[in-house]
Structure formats: structure tokens, C-alpha cells
């Protein structure tokens, strides 16, 4: 199975690590030679170019394929998600005081668009897969599993759509907030524990997957969390100097805050998964070659 032989990578890549003789905190030491692995790894990814790019594939294909849902299924909860994270009405993006959803071009559009947007939407899928190959050394998914692509964007979507719904559970009792977050953290671990499953083709294990989406979670939680508070005041002030324009480049700034948590949770899962203590050889499980 791939993800037994992608541990047995792993634990030879430990053992080639041990036998280098090396002096310092950072290199000489357990704990030094993973930090020193998670920085490595940031640098090697090219934590910024990456996540820039995969920033962009959000705002030009997630983004799509959620407006484009709610046009043609009358469904709210991307509106309610923008809309609280980013602190304005998007019906103030109306023409005239209409709402695009009901202009006669926008409803001729129809499957045949929808479709399109989806195929087109998949490049936010590849620029996600290719993150994974770079960091997990694993094959690149070919056209006949493009359906692989397809899955991604959806999941990752519809898990945008949802957590806008999650502030409802605000209003009920005294733990509502926390019910809140919790539900919002649950959406996230779901469809980032699936988005490197799909898109590695299985290779990782269950405790890699489990802690990367975790990971993943809290930290893109955390983003939201605290652009609840910020993104309101930076967005009214980018409308009124830069109208739309500005709302754009707010979007994608807070895309790339965003995109920052998921390239950096998948490079320091691959660096605690090299750890040379207890906590690389949970992840990594029992396999030939991680032995004390």
C-alpha cells in the first residue's frame, strides 16, 4: 500500500538523519533537527510563491463556483459567509439595485456555464495537488483520475458555504460562540483531512492525514476568527477610497493569510513526521527502518 511505503520512506530518511554527526542545538540534538526541518521545509516549499498562487486559484475558482451556486440554487450560505467574514452586504454589489442572480444573461447562463466553471475551477485543485507533491514526494495525478480535481473543489466549496453557517450557532446559550467555533473547526478537519487524501491518491496515513487536518483547521479557524474583528474596518475603508477594486484586493490579501496556513500545516506535518522522538514515530506508525 502507498501509505505503508511512504512510512518506511520516512523512517529512512529518520536513520540517514541520525548517523550525520552534527554539533549545536539544531542539528545535534531531536528536537533542534525537527525545528530545524520545519524551517527548511517552509523555505524549500517556498511558503510565499505558494501560497500567492494558491491564493489566486481561490479568488478566481472557489470563489466562482460558490457565486455561480448560489445564482443557479438560490443557495445563501456563500453570501452569509462572505458576508461575515469580510464585514459587508454583499448586496451592495447589486446594479442599480438589482441583483445580478437576476439579470436575464447571468439565467441564460446555465448548466452549460455552471459546467464550465467547474472545469475551469479544477486549476485551484492542481495548484493544491502540486503543493502536496512538492512536500510528500508522491506521484502526480493524472487526467484519468481528474475526478480527483473535481472532488477537491467541491469539498472545499461547499466547506466554504458552511462555515458561514456556523455563526448561527452563536445565538443558543451561554456556550454558543464556543459551539460556533467548534462547528467551524469540525468542517475544516473533514475537508482538509479529505483534500490530501484525494489529491495524494491515498499515500499518506490516517495519523498524517488526521493531524495535518487538525492542523489545518484550527489554524485557518484562527484566521477567521481574528478577521471577524479586523477585515470589517480594512474592507468599509477599501470600499470608500477604491470602490470594488478595493474589496478585491482585501479578498485576496485575506486569501493569502489563509492560503499561508494550509502550505505551512501540510510542510511542518512532513517535518513532525520526520521527528526523531515519540512524536515522529506516532505519525509515521510501525515500519521497517524507525527503530530506536
Do not use: C
Amino acid at each position: 500500500m502507498r501509505s505503508v511505503k511512504l512510512s518506511v520512506a520516512l523512517a529512512r530518511e529518520v536513520s540517514i538523519a541520525r548517523t550525520l554527526a552534527a554539533t549545536g542545538w539544531l542539528r545535534g540534538t531531536p528536537y533542534g533537527r525537527t525545528l530545524r526541518r520545519v524551517i527548511e521545509g517552509l523555505a524549500e516549499i517556498q511558503l510565499v510563491d505558494r501560497s500567492l498562487a494558491l491564493a489566486a486559484q481561490i479568488f478566481t475558482s472557489v470563489l466562482p463556483v460558490m457565486i455561480a451556486a448560489s445564482v443557479f440554487s438560490g443557495w445563501h450560505a456563500p453570501a452569509k459567509t462572505i458576508n461575515d467574514q469580510f464585514g459587508f452586504d454583499s448586496r451592495s454589489l447589486y446594479v442599480d439595485g438589482t441583483s445580478l442572480a437576476a439579470d436575464p444573461s447571468i439565467a441564460a447562463f446555465g448548466v452549460v456555464g455552471l459546467l464550465m466553471v467547474l472545469l475551469g475551477g479544477t486549476s485551484f485543485a492542481r495548484a493544491l495537488a502540486r503543493m502536496y507533491e512538492a512536500v510528500w514526494k508522491v506521484p502526480a495525478i493524472g487526467p484519468r483520475e481528474a475526478w480527483r480535481w473535481l472532488a477537491t473543489l467541491l469539498a472545499v466549496a461547499l466547506a466554504a458555504g458552511l462555515v458561514g453557517q456556523t455563526r448561527g450557532l452563536a445565538q443558543t446559550g451561554y456556550a454558543g460562540r464556543l459551539l460556533a467555533l467548534l462547528g467551524e473547526v469540525v468542517i475544516w478537519v473533514f475537508v482538509w483531512v479529505l483534500a490530501p487524501f484525494l489529491l495524494t491518491k491515498g499515500a499518506l496515513t490516517g495519523r498524517l492525514l488526521v493531524v495535518s487536518g487538525v492542523l489545518t483547521a484550527v489554524g485557518l479557524t484562527a484566521v477567521h476568527a481574528a478577521g471577524r474583528i479586523l477585515l470589517p474596518r480594512i474592507t468599509t475603508n477599501a470600499q470608500e477610497h477604491f470602490g470594488p477594486l478595493g474589496l478585491a484586493f482585501t479578498s485576496v490579501s485575506w486569501l493569502f493569510v489563509m492560503s499561508l496556513v494550509i502550505v505551512a500545516a501540510a510542510s511542518i506535518v512532513k517535518a513532525l513526521a520526520l521527528d526523531e522522538t515519540s512524536i515522529g514515530h506516532y505519525l509515521r506508525g510501525k515500519a521497517n527502518g524507525d527503530r530506536e
